[in-house]
């Protein structure tokens, strides 16, 4: 399908159709997915899927509604939806109060972005990867293809971007029923690159292969590598700096936003759409600025909607309706590579967590679990994994008084996600070494 | 209802494929979220999502495409992409399923009160406003929210063997939540949301509870925003219904589903610490337990005469006075395994494939009132309404969270305590189980937000129960 001109079709006929009293917004979400499901290194579930939605933002007389609406590709069979929706819409809106928080974006900007790099063939990646896993026990997921997002407004904003991607996202079992967890993502498929990642996970499986330590519940110096550290700022991106959580106390960073307490002046954490994945205007059709959220510990910027802004009486910055970060950036330390394990000393070298969630909100005190690849480490040296173990402990002790280094390298986390639809956000973090983790279970 | 059924039969069978087996499977879904917050009404959100999944076996080999492109044209490119996947797969597929019966079912099913029509949006609004507005004035109390969430669901299956399988339902969402501040802590105490949905009509806002909850569901954000912080030790736990929700689904549910234990999910949603030579050997919980899987209390989220596959639903024990009996495994599960299962293939919607799912998962009423279960506990603590949750990869090790606990000792309900939270085991928790409460104190209940599968699928499911209590249990609060 012909992504741009199709929602260009849509952008058009909307604009010949409204009213003099009326504005909209209508944005616009795509994809042609190829999912390959893997278990025991071979396909356990493969299929194609081909979809296409427009979120229409009808607004009249101080009053506005939103239609999402399932597209079919096919020109014709949509604009018949979209103007059903519309006329849903004009039929709802008197139905409801003026709304005091709307917030228009008149601004005229534009946007385009197209990333149409060519995609490896189904045939030959799977061949790339039965190869590449003989003998392993490998089991995960494919998902490649097209991501389209656009938006306009009837005052004149129009943003396109599209990416060909690929995220190829798997697990290596052991017998014993340990594994270890990577990723291949991106926009061009490098055989060498893949079976360099493929070959590094193996050589992890050998570790695994020592007998397990079970360890009491208690609190060790943590080395968190960027995918476990990944967890934990993403718990904290569920409202942590969303001004309307702050404004609501319903953010586990709002002690941070409101001066009580800071965290390490180690850690610095920024919005940076710039160079991302993600496009460069929010759902609502705001442009995204780059943002400073945390800077030496302190609160900064907070992630501003339109309806916040209009309010809390703040200026909107690009921030989907969630306020949530999709770019996540944070600073670089100084720690090696190199010189991770013997800077530990004794105590865990934690590759994922997995499940976390909140003990005590507001003291961003949160839980999770091991998994994947943790292993015991005594006097820098990796002695033997570890069983699943949960920790317990707040952020501002994590990443605040026990922050102890973060790594010089970091890795460029692009999400699995395929809730709805495939996810265009992105994390870039490096590791951090940790004086003390609570151990609880 | 059901009206594009001639159309999408004619399509159907103007089809051409090469496959042995092929299926249709159409979905249109109609949603409406309505808020107020703070007594001003937010934008309402509508919309409307219709599309299909193709899928073939070629071979003994499956694959499918899903389209919201339902012309002719479109289904056969569709059924055409499916095909020529399968083909590519062929070499590399870990299953051959040429020898798994397909359904040839012709059946109708639909929520109850589905004829009825629901308040028009002006009154739900109406509603929502009325509840906000009876917040009585506080400056701890910060922020509040009135919401209701309802979706229509028609889904039609159709195969080349024959099949056509109907199902139409309306599933309502209603909510309230009110958080309480007061210069440092912040408490939140909700009614319905994410711990409530049911199938029906205007019945469901009745049955929640929603009407005239306003003031009471404040008044307990500010008891726990002056309670102190759950006590640290180990006591007898009574969990009310809308935790047990989360007990059952966590450490219940997820172990027993079947494509977990057959290594599906193992780098995604996990793995499993149920062994399947666990079924009809393993003690899972006390003689109190008694667990089913039950597609037949109208009103519960996932309530249905078939699944997504064609499987007829029956109510049938997963587990029978504590004994693990058998899992929540599908047809293609059952397949695989060689063990019994249940009708518990469900995809959540048009574009991603049906996978061994909970569906309604619930526990059965024993013989104790709640005055009885209290009056049984010397040192405990009540928790209800789930807030946090979180369990290992295989569904054992957990620490759960609610909104509101209050302390029992010596048989009697004492203060009210914030922040309760307790940890265990699935494997030794259920054990526990030392009193189930009877009838009076069972609830039917679910949630839509149950995230699973590559690519990841939240679907609704359904969770009854009665109180229950658990003896010596690791219980703790929060920080401040």
């Not at chain 1, 004149?156 to 971007?161: D, I, K, P, R, V």
Request: aromatic letters at 8%; one cysteine or more; charged letters at 20%.
């Amino acid at each position: 399908m012909a992504y741009l001109e199709h929602f260009q079709c849509l952008v058009n006929s909307l604009r010949d159709a409204v009213l003099a009293t009326e504005h909209f917004t209508l944005s616009y979400s795509a994809e042609q997915s190829q999912f390959i499901r893997f278990n025991h290194a071979q396909v356990r579930q493969a299929g194609e899927v081909a979809q296409a939605s427009a979120s229409l933002k009808l607004i009249d007389s101080g009053r506005q509604a939103d239609f999402q609406l399932t597209l079919s590709g096919d020109s014709d069979v949509d604009l018949q939806r979209l103007h059903q929706a519309l006329a849903q819409l004009r039929q709802t809106l008197p139905l409801i109060p003026v709304d005091p928080y709307l917030q228009l974006n008149k601004a005229v900007w534009h946007s385009h972005n197209v990333q149409d790099t060519r995609l490896p063939d189904t045939a030959d990646v799977l061949a790339q990867i039965a190869e590449g896993a003989t003998g392993l026990d490998l089991v995960g997921i494919y998902a490649a293809g097209p991501i389209c997002r656009g938006f306009a407004s009837s005052f004149g904003a129009f943003g396109w971007h599209q990416a060909n991607s690929f995220n190829f996202d798997w697990s290596l079992f052991h017998a014993n029923g340990q594994a270890v967890k990577a990723n291949y993502a991106g926009q061009h498929w490098d055989p060498t690159a893949f079976a360099l990642r493929l070959q590094q996970a193996r050589a992890q499986l050998d570790y695994l292969d020592r007998p397990l330590k079970v360890l009491a519940p208690g609190q060790y110096r943590a080395y968190l590598a960027p995918a476990a550290l990944d967890e934990i700022i993403g718990m904290l991106c569920w409202g942590g700096f969303s001004a309307q959580a702050i404004a609501n106390k319903d953010s586990p960073l709002q002690r941070l936003y409101a001066g009580d307490v800071q965290l390490s002046p180690l850690l610095g954490i920024a919005e940076h759409v710039s160079g991302s994945l993600s496009p460069a205007f929010s759902e609502e059709g705001y442009p995204r600025s780059d943002l400073t959220l945390i800077a030496q510990g302190k609160a900064q910027q907070r992630l501003v909607c339109a309806r916040s802004a209009a309010e809390f009486e703040l200026q909107a910055n690009g921030a989907d309706s969630d306020e949530s970060p999709c770019a996540l950036s944070l600073a670089a330390g100084e720690l090696a590579a190199d010189a991770v394990l013997a800077q530990l000393g004794t105590g865990l070298y934690i590759s994922n967590l997995w499940y976390l969630n909140y003990s005590d909100l507001p003291a961003a005190r949160m839980t999770g679990l091991t998994r994947f690849a943790t292993f015991w480490v005594e006097d820098g040296k990796i002695q033997a994994p570890v069983s699943t173990m949960r920790f317990d402990d707040s952020a501002y002790s994590l990443l605040g008084t026990q922050l102890e280094a973060l790594t010089r390298d970091r890795e460029l986390i692009l999400s699995t996600s395929t809730y709805d639809q495939r996810q265009t956000r992105s994390t870039h973090l490096p590791g951090a070494l940790v004086k003390c983790l609570t151990l609880t279970l | 209802m059901f009206d594009i059924t001639a159309l999408l039969r004619q399509r159907f069978a103007a089809l051409r494929s090469t496959a042995e087996f092929f299926s249709l499977r159409y979905v249109q879904e109609s949603r409406q979220h309505l808020s107020v917050r703070k007594n001003v009404a937010e934008p309402p959100s509508l919309g409307r999502d219709e599309g299909a999944m193709l899928t073939v076996r070629l071979n003994g080999v499956e694959a499918y495409a899903a389209t919201a492109d339902l012309s002719q044209t479109g289904l056969q490119r569709a059924l055409e992409q499916a095909e020529a996947l399968a083909r590519n797969i062929n070499g590399h597929a870990l299953l051959n399923v040429s020898q798994q019966p397909v359904t040839t079912v012709q059946a109708d099913y639909c929520s109850p009160n589905l004829e009825q029509p629901f308040p028009s949006l002006g009154d739900c609004y109406a509603l929502l406003a009325s509840e906000s507005a009876s917040v009585p004035a506080d400056p701890r109390l910060v922020n509040w929210q009135a919401s209701l969430g309802i979706t229509t669901v028609e889904q039609i299956y159709l195969n080349n063997a024959g099949a056509q399988l109907r199902q139409a339902q309306r599933f309502v969402y209603p909510g309230f939540g009110v958080t309480a501040f007061d210069g440092q802590d912040s408490q939140s105490r909700s009614l319905g949301r994410e711990n409530f949905g049911q199938q029906g009509g205007f019945d469901v806002i009745e049955r929640c509870g929603l009407i005239g909850a306003g003031a009471s569901v404040a008044d307990q954000a500010l008891q726990l925003l002056l309670a102190p912080n759950t006590p640290s030790g180990v006591r007898d736990l009574l969990l009310m219904p809308d935790q047990m929700m989360l007990q059952i689904h966590e450490s219940i549910g997820h172990p027993l589903e079947m494509d977990r234990i057959l290594g599906d999910e193992r780098n995604y949603a996990g793995t499993s610490f149920v062994k399947a030579s666990d079924f009809g050997h393993l003690q899972y919980g006390s003689t109190l337990l008694n667990v089913t899987f039950d597609p037949d209390i109208p009103e519960q989220l996932a309530s249905y005469a078939h699944d997504d596959d064609g499987t007829p639903a029956h109510k049938t024990f997963l587990i029978r006075d504590g004994l693990l009996l058998r899992p929540l495994g599908s047809a293609l599960s059952q397949f695989r395994s060689g063990l019994d299962g249940v009708a518990n293939s469900r995809a959540c919607g048009w574009n991603r494939a049906p996978i061994d799912r909970m569906a309604n998962l619930n526990i059965e009423p024993g013989e104790q009132n709640l005055a009885q279960l209290i009056s049984g506990i010397e040192h405990g603590i009540l928790m209800k309404t789930n807030r946090s949750w979180s369990i290992d990869d295989a569904r054992n090790k957990f620490q759960f969270g609610c909104e509101w606990g209050q302390l029992i000792e010596n048989g009697e309900l004492r203060g009210v305590v914030k922040n309760p939270n307790y940890r265990g085991v699935s494997a030794q928790f259920w054990r526990n189980l030392s009193a189930v409460g009877d009838a009076s104190t069972f609830q039917v209940l679910g949630t839509p937000n149950c995230g699973k599968g590559e690519p990841n699928q939240v679907i609704r499911v359904g969770h009854a129960s009665p109180a229950c209590v658990f003896s010596q249990i690791d219980v703790f609060g929060g920080d401040a």
